[in-house]
């Protein structure tokens, strides 16, 4: 699976901005995808993810840092996983990065297999 993150950019704080993660294979559907975060001399977090097909699909799980701004969401015929990011604020600032992984999804990044590029997102005050 190769991933392309995109939609990062420079928005004022309260502003919005939507990540797109764009997936290669016909398998995409079975994955379950993940955003994180990383900023410089910190360690990669979790941001938001959202389970496979398999078993119950569509589970989301959001940091509690996130929860009631960020949204996730997928769209198997496109191979797509967005993140929609309302509310921002300074702290927001980060490379988002999109992952995948079979099974239930995770929020520990070194069970996420395949790693898309990152893209900067960076949030004014």
């Known amino acids: 699976v190769q991933l392309q993150a995109s939609g990062g950019g420079l928005v004022q704080a309260g502003g919005s901005l939507r990540l797109s993660c764009a997936a290669s294979?016909?398998?995409?559907?079975?994955?379950?995808m993940g955003w994180f975060r990383q900023v410089p001399g910190k360690e990669r977090e979790f941001v938001a993810a959202?389970?496979?097909?398999?078993?119950?699909?569509?589970?989301?799980g959001y940091a509690g840092s996130v929860k009631g701004r960020f949204t996730i969401s997928r769209d198997n015929a496109k191979n797509t996983v967005y993140l929609q990011m309302n509310s921002l604020k300074p702290e927001d600032t980060a490379v988002y990065y999109c992952?995948?992984?079979?099974?239930?999804?995770?929020?520990?990044?070194?069970?996420?297999?395949?790693w898309g590029q990152g893209t900067q997102v960076t949030v004014s005050s």
């Open positions: 992952a995948a992984k079979s099974g239930a999804y995770d929020t520990v990044p070194s069970r996420y297999s395949y």
């Open positions: 959202i389970s496979g097909i398999g078993g119950i699909g569509g589970i989301t």
């Open positions: 294979g016909r398998t995409f559907s079975s994955y379950s």
